[in-house]
């Protein structure tokens, strides 16, 4: 089987459409709203936690009512929060004859692409994904990075990605410049990152 291409897509003003108001939804709204995209949420009923995201978020637009074939049209993804897989298959046949790409959560076989887990550090975003597979396990590699990498350490990253950016008015060599950065990532792999030899890795 091959391999899935890892990618961070842009999403900001692009169509977004989101079908169900549950949990799962309730996981995927908030990367949306991070993401900028413009949201179209449309489900019968919606979890109290998605209820709150709604009244907090009032650009989201809610339509409380059965989702259409004709709603697909014109979007830029689809993410089908339900548990309906004959749903899932007819939304997907018919978002593929729009060229529309769809992610159906939990039916790995109705995804043209795959949510993940994600860790956040400032400036850097580590996604970990099992290809819709097995999500508890995305889950705990994203506790042992969160050790790994705690949140105090986000203005660390901010600063060296600041510095790089500064660096090339302080040392405008580009061979120069690499050589510096190069000392400067050893550095940080070697001090930041180095695991004790005592402790066990998962």
């Known amino acids: 089987m091959s391999r899935k291409y890892p990618a961070f897509l842009n999403l900001e003003n692009k169509n977004v459409l989101l079908i169900g108001g549950g949990k ?24 109290s936690e998605v209820s709150l995201i709604l009244k907090k ?4 637009q809610f339509e ?6 004709s709603d697909l049209q014109g979007r830029a993804l689809v993410f089908s929060a339900t548990n309906d897989p004959d749903l899932n298959r007819r ?7 729009w060229k529309i790409w769809i992610n159906c959560a939990d039916d790995p076989s109705n995804c043209d ?10 400036p850097v975003r580590i996604a970990i ?4 597979n097995f999500a508890g396990l995305s889950g705990v590699v994203k506790s042992a990075l969160d050790e790994l990498l705690p949140e105090e350490n ?5 600063d060296l990605i600041q510095f790089r950016k500064e660096l090339k008015t302080m040392l405008p060599d580009p061979a120069q410049r690499k050589r ?23």
């Open 24 to 47: 799962v939804a309730l996981e995927k709204l908030p990367h949306l709203i991070d993401c900028g995209a413009k949201i179209i949420v449309i489900s019968l009923e919606v979890c």
């Open 91 to 97: 939304l997907t046949e018919y978002a593929h004859s």
């Open 57 to 60: 978020h009032p650009e989201i």
């Open 113 to 122: 692409f795959y949510s993940a887990a994600v860790l956040d550090r400032g």
């Open 154 to 158: 986000e203005a660390d990253f901010q």
């Open 180 to 202: 510096v950065l190069k000392e400067l990532l050893q550095t940080l792999k070697n001090d930041y990152f180095r695991i004790p030899a005592n402790q066990k890795t998962i």
């Open 129 to 132: 994904s099992t290809e819709g």
């Open 64 to 69: 409380q009512r059965s989702v259409e074939f």
